[in-house]
């Protein structure tokens, strides 16, 4: 018996050229990212221990694992796009939900680290902080966090990339905590910087109580959304459209009766048709079948690269 290698003959690859394309602009705004989030964790854990400042030195080490983080979301764009073979027979899609399944698990728990820090600080009394240096890192940090936002933001839209959704979701956090922060610290330095009375010493434990906690709720709603990839929970929109395409299909070739199996990873979905021919349903040759999978292949409007889509025709109900 001949094995056939899995990367000669495969399911249909329309364009080739363009999931290259994808993939190179895809790590050029994630390498962006990521020497932006160096600048970040070695300025602000510098810059932390310097003044005093355990939310400063907390927002450097999450910049800090960010790097870490988006060198892994790069080695995945890598991946995600490489053809299938003999060992990964399914392509390497798959990567990309357990990558950010990863990245957001790590992140809640420094997040929760973060809290209990900041509570014990509280209730230990709190510390003094400078300020007027903590205001000028929050404003250094607040330019930095918006430019690179803006710029992950307008290149998700326009790559379609769930890779750098989520670090631009992250940085549009990181920008709203940079400004409120800003605006916390400069408020101290301009009313209270003479006196320094005791409720300024609660500021910035009290401050790295919040933070943590709105920098918990992005990294959760990421687990949430990859592990529900993960254990093939069936998007219900597409589960929806692949119903009504369907349907319609039916009608106008006379189908007896239809099967339909969806499944996300990441960008990439995964799409079983079986359909039961009826008596009425009269198929002269293998060039109809394929128009029939053309025909469902439009309907769906996905990129060929990023659907995995297996149509099946038979008149035993047991197949379906």
């Keep these: 018996m001949i094995k056939r290698p899995h990367n000669k003959y495969k399911k249909v690859r329309n364009n080739v050229e363009q999931p290259l394309m994808q993939c190179k602009k895809e790590q050029f705004v994630l390498k962006i990212s990521l020497a932006c989030a160096v600048v970040l964790a070695v300025f602000g854990i510098a810059y932390g221990i310097y003044i005093g400042s355990k939310a400063i030195i907390f927002d450097g080490l999450v910049a800090f694992l960010s790097i870490i983080l988006i060198l892994l979301s790069v080695i995945t764009s890598k991946f995600i796009y490489k053809e299938d073979d003999d060992t990964f027979q399914y392509g390497y899609m798959r990567f990309e939900p357990m990558v950010n399944l990863l990245k957001s698990l790590i992140l809640l728990l420094l997040c ?10 509280i209730l230990s009394g709190g510390y003094e902080v400078e300020f007027d240096k903590a205001m000028l890192y929050s404003f250094f940090s607040m330019i930095l966090s918006i430019g690179i936002w803006l710029f992950t933001s307008y290149q998700a839209k326009i790559l379609q990339s769930p890779l750098i959704s989520v670090d631009s979701l992250e940085w549009l956090i990181d920008s709203v905590l940079y400004l409120g922060g800003f605006v916390v610290f400069g408020t101290v330095w301009l009313f209270d910087r003479e006196s320094q009375t005791e409720w300024a010493k609660y500021l910035d434990p009290g401050l790295l109580v919040v ?3 709105i920098l ?12 529900a990839d993960l254990v093939m929970v069936a998007p219900k929109d597409m589960d929806d459209k692949i119903d009504t395409l369907l349907q ?3 009608k106008k070739y006379n189908f007896s009766d239809y099967d339909t199996h969806v499944a996300k990873s990441g960008r990439f979905f995964m799409i079983e048709v079986n359909i039961l021919m009826g008596e009425s349903f009269k198929i002269q040759n293998i060039d109809e079948m394929d128009l029939i999978r053309d025909e469902i292949e439009q309907g769906l409007d996905i990129p060929s690269y990023k ?10 109900p047991k197949w379906l």
């Excluded at 659907?307 to 035993?316: A, D, E």
């Design 112 to 121: 929760m680290y973060a809290m209990v820090n900041g509570i014990q600080a």
């Design 211 to 213: 933070l943590s906690m």
């Design 216 to 227: 918990g709720v992005m990294p959760l709603k990421v687990f949430i959304k990859n592990l």
């Design 307 to 316: 659907i995995w889509l297996s149509v099946s025709f038979t008149k035993n």
């Design 248 to 250: 319609n299909i039916s």
